[in-house]
């Protein structure tokens, strides 16, 4: 986890505060690239902005959609805990997709307020443990103390989240004790530029691929195939490297 990660930021325990309205929120990981570049950069093509993580790593554009949509959320102040998934795909020596995250909506904050952040150690949490939808959610399940998780809220794109509710479903979750927010929404409301870049991704070759393949996960997962959806996973992180 980044340094700035581990400060605890000092607080009255006297005042009762006010519930968020997502008093936790899992922040499903997306997929990473390697670049040698460092600084921060512009995605002509995507319109997304973006820094590079320290080491050439940075966020694919599906991740940072939702890094970006997550940033709105906590600068808006709607949410208390934040966990983040994202295993390391890419070996034990490089960053896992979490921490990627973690740093980006970070940095994202700190030039959106032009102020440094500082966060309570309590306030983001990485499960970083897995790649795969699936078994990041178990995780996060595990590792919650139960009164956290009688009902849980992600964050995704849109053409991912069937398939995610579907996975906790599988975990034992009732329909009605799911909900499922997608970037694209957060972001086309935070500004005409945003609402722009939506409209042009939900038309790319990339995203109409992505939505047939969530299909067929779907289907697979409708007979418990678990292995091959991993399999799916899999094979769509090393198209998209």
Same mark, same amino acid.
């Given at each position: 986890?980044?340094?700035?990660?581990?400060?605890?930021? %000092? /607080? &009255?325990?006297?005042?009762?505060?006010?519930?968020?309205?997502? /008093?936790?929120?899992?922040?499903?990981?997306?997929?990473?690239?390697? &670049?040698?570049?460092?600084?921060?950069?512009?995605?002509?093509?995507?319109?997304?902005?973006?820094?590079?993580?320290?080491?050439?790593?940075?966020?694919?554009?599906?991740?940072?959609?939702?890094?970006?949509?997550?940033?709105?959320? #906590?600068?808006?102040?709607?949410?208390?805990? @934040?966990?983040?998934?994202?295993?390391?795909?890419?070996? %034990?020596? &490089?960053?896992?997709?979490?921490?990627?995250?973690?740093?980006?909506?970070?940095?994202? #904050?700190?030039?959106?307020?032009?102020?440094?952040?500082?966060?309570?150690?309590?306030?983001?949490?990485?499960?970083?443990?897995?790649?795969?939808?699936?078994?990041? $959610?178990?995780?996060?399940?595990?590792?919650?103390?139960?009164?956290?998780?009688?009902?849980?809220?992600? @964050?995704? &794109?849109?053409?991912? @989240?069937?398939? /995610?509710?579907?996975?906790?479903?599988?975990?034992?979750?009732?329909?009605?004790? #799911?909900?499922?927010?997608?970037?694209?929404?957060?972001?086309?409301?935070? /500004?005409?530029?945003?609402?722009?870049?939506?409209?042009?991704?939900?038309?790319?070759?990339?995203?109409?691929?992505?939505?047939?393949?969530?299909?067929?996960?779907?289907?697979?997962?409708?007979?418990?195939?678990?292995? $091959?959806?991993?399999? $799916?996973?899999?094979?769509?992180?090393?198209?998209?490297?």
């Amino acid at each position: 986890m980044p340094e700035n990660f581990e400060k605890i930021q %000092e /607080s &009255n325990e006297n005042i009762e505060k006010e519930p968020k309205p997502f /008093s936790t929120l899992v922040l499903l990981g997306g997929p990473l690239k390697e &670049n040698e570049k460092r600084g921060f950069q512009y995605d002509q093509e995507g319109g997304l902005e973006y820094e590079y993580k320290d080491g050439g790593w940075q966020l694919g554009r599906w991740a940072k959609m939702r890094a970006i949509a997550a940033s709105d959320l #906590i600068e808006r102040d709607l949410v208390d805990k @934040l966990i983040i998934t994202g295993g390391k795909n890419w070996g %034990e020596e &490089n960053p896992s997709a979490a921490e990627v995250m973690a740093e980006f909506i970070k940095r994202k #904050i700190e030039k959106d307020t032009k102020e440094e952040v500082i966060f309570p150690n309590d306030k983001i949490i990485l499960a970083d443990k897995y790649h795969d939808t699936a078994s990041s $959610l178990k995780q996060v399940l595990d590792d919650l103390p139960k009164e956290d998780i009688e009902k849980i809220t992600f @964050l995704t &794109n849109e053409f991912h @989240l069937k398939r /995610s509710k579907q996975s906790l479903e599988n975990l034992g979750f009732k329909e009605k004790d #799911i909900e499922g927010i997608d970037a694209e929404k957060i972001l086309t409301e935070r /500004s005409d530029h945003y609402k722009s870049f939506v409209k042009k991704f939900n038309r790319t070759p990339d995203t109409i691929k992505q939505e047939i393949l969530e299909v067929i996960g779907r289907g697979i997962m409708s007979v418990r195939g678990e292995k $091959l959806i991993k399999a $799916l996973a899999d094979l769509i992180r090393k198209d998209k490297k």
